[in-house]
C-alpha cells in the first residue's frame, strides 16, 4: 500500500449559494402552469426539500400556510419511501395569499392522497421533474439552469431581502 492512501485530505468546499433574482422567479414561474408553476413558487416561497413538496396532501394547506409533517422520496429497486422528515416534526411553512389560495383551487380537483402527482398517479420524482420541467424552463425563459434544491437558496434570499431576520430564516 501506499502511504498516500492513508492520508485523509479535507472536504472540498461547499459551492457558495446562487439563488435567482426575484426577475428570474417571474421568469420562469411564467413559463411554468398548472401543477408545475404551483410546484415552483411553492419551493421558491416555501423553501421546502423536494420530498417535503412530493409528501404535500390536499389535507396540509390550511389559511396561510401549509402544513409540512415529512417527505417521499424514491427507494432504490423501487418503490417509495415515505419519512417523518429530517427533523421528525411538523412544521407550518407560511406562505403568500395568492399562493395558497391557487393551491387550495388546485387540490379541489385532486382526486389522490398526494397533493402532487405523476401522469401516472405516482409520487412526483425530483429528477423527472427538474429534466422535464424546470431545467426546460429556465431554457425558456433565458435563465440560467438550477436545481430544485437551489430554490431553498432563492427562498433564503427573498426573505432576508423583505427584511426578515437572519435567526428566523
Known amino acids: 500500500k501506499s502511504p498516500v492512501d492513508l492520508v485523509k485530505l479535507p472536504p472540498a468546499p461547499r459551492p457558495v449559494p446562487d439563488p435567482l433574482s426575484p426577475s428570474d422567479v417571474q421568469k420562469i414561474a411564467g413559463e411554468l402552469g398548472g401543477r408545475d408553476r404551483l410546484m415552483f ?44 422528515g429530517k427533523t421528525h416534526q411538523k412544521r407550518r411553512v407560511y406562505l403568500p395569499a395568492f399562493l395558497v389560495s391557487d393551491l387550495r383551487d388546485y387540490a379541489e380537483n385532486v382526486d389522490t392522497d398526494l397533493l402532487f402527482t405523476s401522469t401516472v398517479g405516482t409520487p412526483v420524482h425530483r429528477t423527472n421533474w427538474h429534466t422535464r420541467v424546470l431545467a426546460p424552463a429556465c431554457d425558456r425563459a433565458g435563465v440560467r439552469r438550477i436545481t430544485p434544491h437551489a430554490l431553498r437558496d432563492t427562498c433564503a434570499s427573498l426573505c432576508l431581502r423583505a427584511g426578515i431576520a437572519p435567526q428566523v430564516v
Open 41 to 84: 413558487l411553492t419551493l421558491v416561497f416555501g423553501g421546502l426539500r423536494f420530498s417535503e413538496l412530493a409528501a404535500l396532501t390536499p389535507a396540509s394547506i390550511k389559511d396561510g400556510y401549509i402544513v409540512v409533517s415529512g417527505g417521499i422520496m424514491p427507494a432504490r429497486g423501487g418503490g417509495w419511501i415515505f419519512s417523518d
